[in-house]
């Protein structure tokens, strides 16, 4: 429970009204109960007030709560900031009970920091090392070196494979996974694959063949703050690490190749795929879906809007889009010509008509 000065001091923004009025979570205009901060923070939303019984709102700025029949009101210049800093005080948790549970199984040779806490069914391997103040959830697995920095937080089934190196305040949703072995094989001969890549067309002769497997001596280092969302994987690296770079965060699904750099404060979203020994500069956004194939160099402050593919490097602050990625604008004007071609067709067949008439 927060009075309203108190969430105005602690976000920074400007509040008026009954300053001392309490609320107990936030919650979307119509669905707002007298307990509820209402998420109002643009007049189309606000217009919902009504639908509601909201007290206290948090407004665009200059904003007229009064009218709103509101008894006070946060005014947020940047919203969705404001709402980073709201979430973050009034987040309960998932609710994992503290200290170490009887049924995790944790190697004598393993270092846990003060206040770190183990969840039931966790297993932490010989030698790994878990900064202060971690907590990881239930059926978490942390293998044999790995080391974990400061305030780490593991949701339940969590996996890191041996030898990762994670910085502090390191968050992983349920199922993330790293460390899994690279996808990497040959053939002891040239393969059908290695020609169709040289010729961009034609297999050549290459005959069938098994597959072996080349195995991952590389691990995975991870910088500070980094997030990964559900059912996100990051390969080991084959040689070298695969690096995931400090404040970048990760969605649910998006898979990390082998051998990859990812630069400081990125981010890639859901669904997105990144082949292995590809360099990622900082500050790059990858929309949903976004494909990346090998060994290709993406240039800082890069946006690929979602389901792009990128099939050849990009070089630093362009905007991309499309299959193969071209320039976004550039995608656009393809996209209306296509639109156009039913109808220039038409036109064709009609001039066709006038003129062998």
Request: glycine share 14%.
């Amino acid at each position: 429970m927060f009075t309203i000065r108190q969430i105005a001091d602690a976000l920074g923004v400007e509040a008026q009204g009954d300053l001392e009025l309490t609320v107990t979570g936030a919650s979307e205009p119509q669905d707002a109960g007298p307990e509820h901060l209402a998420m109002a923070m643009a007049p189309k939303y606000a217009e919902h007030l009504a639908e509601g019984n909201a007290q206290a709102a948090m407004l665009w700025e200059g904003a007229d709560w009064q009218a709103l029949g509101l008894r006070a009101a946060i005014f947020a210049p940047r919203p969705r900031m404001a709402m980073s800093g709201l979430t973050a005080m009034l987040d309960p948790g998932q609710g994992f009970d503290g200290g170490i549970h009887p049924s995790a199984v944790i190697h004598a040779t393993a270092e846990l920091g003060t206040e770190v806490s183990v969840g039931p069914f966790c297993v932490i391997g010989p030698r790994a090392r878990i900064g202060d103040g971690s907590v990881i959830g239930p059926q978490c697995f942390i293998g044999a070196d790995v080391v974990i920095g400061r305030a780490a937080q593991l949701r339940e089934m969590v996996s890191i494979g041996a030898r990762a190196t994670i910085g502090d305040r390191f968050r992983a949703q349920p199922g993330a996974r790293v460390g899994g072995d690279g996808f990497s094989y040959v053939t002891p001969e040239v393969s059908g694959v290695e020609n169709a890549r040289k010729s961009l067309g034609d297999q050549g002769e290459a005959k069938a063949q098994s597959w072996v497997r080349i195995h991952s001596l590389g691990a995975v280092t991870i910088g500070d703050d980094v997030e990964l969302g559900s059912n996100c994987t990051i390969d080991n690296g084959t040689i070298r690490d695969t690096v995931i770079g400090s404040g970048s965060k990760l969605d649910n699904l998006v898979h990390v190749g082998h051998n990859t750099r990812v630069g400081n404060d990125c981010l890639l979203c859901g669904q997105t795929g990144i082949s292995g020994s590809v360099d990622i500069g900082n500050n790059v956004v990858l929309g949903g879906q976004c494909g990346v194939a090998d060994n290709l160099f993406i240039g800082d402050g890069v946006v690929a809007g979602g389901g792009t593919k990128i099939l050849s490097n990009v070089p630093a602050g362009r905007v991309i889009m499309g299959y193969p990625a071209v320039k976004m604008d550039t995608h656009t004007e393809m996209y209306k010509a296509q639109r156009r071609l039913p109808r220039l067709m038409r036109d064709i067949e009609l001039l066709k008509k006038a003129v062998f008439k």
